[in-house]
């Protein structure tokens, strides 16, 4: 399984310097999404299937599909629905779609004509794992959930936004704009083009 | 887990839960203060929990930590510079942020990550210590979310030592390939000549190493991280990041005897070598305080490394001498730059000290104290420091090394004593005073000053009980 191996490294690869030269993050993503699913084709040629689906589940699954909603939630606004459908191009997603799939026929292939056992190795019970990991390393997984802390306290700080005190005309200013949008909806949507920035 | 082996491990069960402690803390809305005093007491139960366990020792916990004499040394060095450091936030951050308290969560959990580096006798152990400091860092830098040269400075903090990382994982990758194994002392066993795996490994390991210590030529963050992150940070990365790896380095050169393998050992000789050059020779022309000291202590761990390189018990000794002298002299040197700066900028212009002799006569004296301290001038820490320093390498006929030490190290007077001629210039007229707020923390900061001044000269004058301390420790 040489040649699966080979393929999937190049599409690792391939993803992965896509990934840090797109200019949209969500463009990025999907590249990242590719690159994750080549690794975990990797290590299915291997013969380590576990792994394999330990790299979809947390990292394509989990880790994206975070990093997706966070983008998705920074981009709300009005004009980006307008810029969403000109981003949704098929060069977009012609792409990702192209070496994915790629990949999903080299797991066919894998699955269906692939030995069993390609690599020469000791086989390590699920079970044996995990009594290792809440065994003898306990302490290092307790020190990962330090290092978590560390991240989550960290990026709450940072990303902490500053409290804002307006003026009180501003705060009413701002009101009577939220009233009207709720009024009358279909004419500020009409307007978009000529409606003023409302006051942050 | 043994109880013996949970007793051990006492000093840093209680780090961790100082993190713990604070956050729940912030969650019963404390004040800064009593998060500060809560903060200062539980670093002080760190300390007084290493002498309570000193009788136990060695223990090993295996496969990850192992604690002996040295790691608690290290530790107990590491959790003094954060008392100081804590102190010195106080006053920093309550003028300047608004939100001063999520700080000593990250403090205490970065200084539980290079308290781990110091037990560390497994690669997962090292790894998991060095990131734990490493993400804490990244947000303690950019703290002041609202100034642009602390993001700046966290956001090439952050790129650069992921990057490392990813060398330091790599190396390890191929070491345990070679020798199937990740505890120190089974890769000691069952490495026999020296291969060329093991080599690339170690090569890929001294990367993120070097980057840590901010040796030549991974030296490129140091300035401007020095710059942009608030001076207490500055502080502590100057110290207690660099304490925890220069441990981790030590005992993992001395377990699998690292300095036996010719190529390492030029490796290492050569990274001393150029970094004590290019320290000294890139500080020659620095006006900014910050960034003075940042090419400083490349110098200084490059001074560090001339010590490190004869791996054998009186290398261990000479470097931790040093870097409990050099710590001594940098926090006080920026216990000062905290105390001048002003609500806009930290003060790292020259301005700030011209003629602070007329001014601050006290602070001054601290200032000219370190700076001589780091120059080695004789009768401060820095001179035994030093002088130890090269004994050491004289022992080992590094003659080299040496001789390079003490020619860069005339060229550093110039700009240590530049420093000092500024601080006795023409004073400007006095500004307007500006007001202290807090009385009780402005005593405490200058008491901790004037301590950390009187143990430089104590040391200078008297190294020989010190170095029984540290011997009995070893």
Known sequence: MATVFYISSLIAIIATIMVITRHQPIHALLYLVVSFMAVAVIFLSVGAPFIAALEIIVYAGAIIVLFIFVTMMLNLGRETAVQEKQWLQPKVWAGPSVLAFVLLAQMVILLTKGNAAPMNMQIVEIKRVSVSLYGEYILALELAGFLLMAGIVGAAHIGKHKKKHLHRFLQEDNNVEEQFQKRDPVTIISEEKEAPEPVA | ?474
């Open chain 2, 1 to 474: 887990m043994t109880p013996l082996q949970l007793t051990a491990l006492l000093p840093y069960i209680l780090l961790a839960a100082a993190s713990i402690v604070v956050i729940l803390l912030i969650a019963f809305k404390a004040s800064h203060t009593v998060i500060q005093v809560v903060g200062f007491l539980l670093m002080c139960g760190v300390a007084v929990s290493l002498f309570a366990v000193k009788e136990l020792l060695p223990v090993s916990i295996l496969p990850l930590f192992e604690i002996d004499g040295f790691a608690l040394l290290f530790t107990g060095l590491i959790i003094f510079c954060v008392l100081v450091v804590g102190l010195f936030s106080f006053i920093y951050f309550e003028e300047r942020e608004e939100n001063p308290k999520e700080y000593y969560i990250l403090l205490f959990l970065s200084t539980l990550g290079a308290a781990t580096m110091t037990i560390s006798r497994h690669f997962i152990s090292l790894f998991i210590g060095l990131e734990i400091l490493s993400v804490s860092l990244y947000a303690l830098i950019a703290y002041l979310r609202t100034r642009n040269n602390a993001v700046e400075a966290g956001m090439k903090y952050l790129v650069l030592a992921a990057l490392s990382s990813a060398f330091l994982l790599f190396g390890m990758a191929l070491i345990y390939m070679e020798t199937g194994s990740m505890e120190f002392s089974a890769i000691a066993q069952k490495l026999g000549a020296s291969s060329a795996l093991f080599i690339t490994g170690i090569g890929l390991m001294v990367v993120a190493i070097g980057f840590k210590l901010a040796l030549v030529p991974f030296h490129f963050w140091a300035a401007d991280v020095y710059q942009g992150a608030p001076s207490p940070v500055t502080s502590f990365i100057a110290t207690v990041s660099k304490i925890g790896v220069f441990a981790v380095l030590l005992r993992f050169a001395q377990t699998i005897h690292l300095q036996s393998y010719p190529l390492a050992y030029f490796i290492f000789a050569a990274i001393a070598i150029i970094s004590m050059i290019a320290g000294n020779l890139l500080a020659l022309q620095q006006q900014n305080i910050k960034r003075l000291l940042a090419y400083s202590s490349i110098s200084h761990f490059g001074y560090l490394l001339v010590a490190f390189l004869p791996g054998n018990a009186g290398s261990n000794e000479a470097v931790f001498f040093y870097l409990a002298a050099y710590s001594l002299t940098i926090l006080s040197a920026f216990g000062i730059i905290t105390l001048l700066s002003n609500r806009q900028q930290d003060a790292d212009h020259p301005d700030f000290y011209r003629g602070l002799f007329w001014r601050n006569p006290l602070m001054a004296t601290v200032l000219t104290a370190a700076m001589l301290s780091l120059a080695g001038i004789p009768l401060t820490a820095g001179f035994m420091g030093k002088f130890i320093v090269l004994t050491t390498g004289v022992r080992q006929g590094l003659w080299l090394p040496v001789l390079v030490l003490v020619v860069t190290s005339v060229f550093g007077l110039y700009y240590y004593l530049r420093i000092i001629s500024l601080l006795f210039a023409e004073a400007p007229a006095a500004g307007p005073k500006e007001k202290t707020l807090h009385p009780f923390f402005y005593t405490a900061t200058y008491t901790a000053l004037i301590v950390l001044v009187l143990l430089l000269v104590w040391i200078g004058v008297f190294p020989s009980g010190v170095i029984e301390g540290i011997k009995a420790f070893l």
